[in-house]
C-alpha cells in the first residue's frame, strides 16, 4: 500500500474516529445514556473487530489504529451507560 493511499486512510479514519467522541463527552457532561442502543454499539464493535483483522491481514495501519480507537471508544461509551450513568 502506498504512502498517499495510508494517508488518506488515516484522515477518513480520524474523522470516522472523531465522530464518536461528542456522544462519549455528552453522556459524560450531562450524566444521561438512557437513549444509546446497546445492540448498535455490540454491531458496531463486532464490525470495528473484523476491520481490525482485516487491517492485520492487509498490513494498513491506518485501519489497524482508527478501527482499535473506534472499538476502545465504542467499549467506553457501553461501560459509561452500564457501570457509570445511572439512569
Known amino acids: ?15 470516522s ?3 464518536f467522541l461528542p456522544q462519549a463527552l ?3 457532561m450531562t450524566k444521561n445514556a438512557r437513549d444509546i442502543s446497546l445492540l448498535t454499539y455490540c454491531i458496531l464493535g ?9 487491517g492485520i491481514e492487509k498490513s494498513s495501519l491506518s485501519l489497524v489504529f ?4 473506534i472499538l ?11 457501570f ?3 439512569d
Request: charged share 10%; net charge positive; hydrophobic share 60%.
Open 1 to 15: 500500500m502506498n504512502m498517499s493511499t495510508e494517508l488518506i486512510g488515516m484522515v477518513a479514519g480520524g474523522l
Open 72 to 82: 476502545i471508544t465504542a467499549l467506553v461509551i457501553v461501560y459509561m451507560k452500564y
Open 26 to 28: 455528552r453522556i459524560w
Open 46 to 54: 463486532l464490525g470495528n473487530v473484523f476491520w481490525i483483522i482485516y
Open 66 to 69: 482508527t478501527n482499535s480507537f
Open 17 to 19: 474516529t472523531a465522530a
Open 84 to 86: 457509570i450513568i445511572k
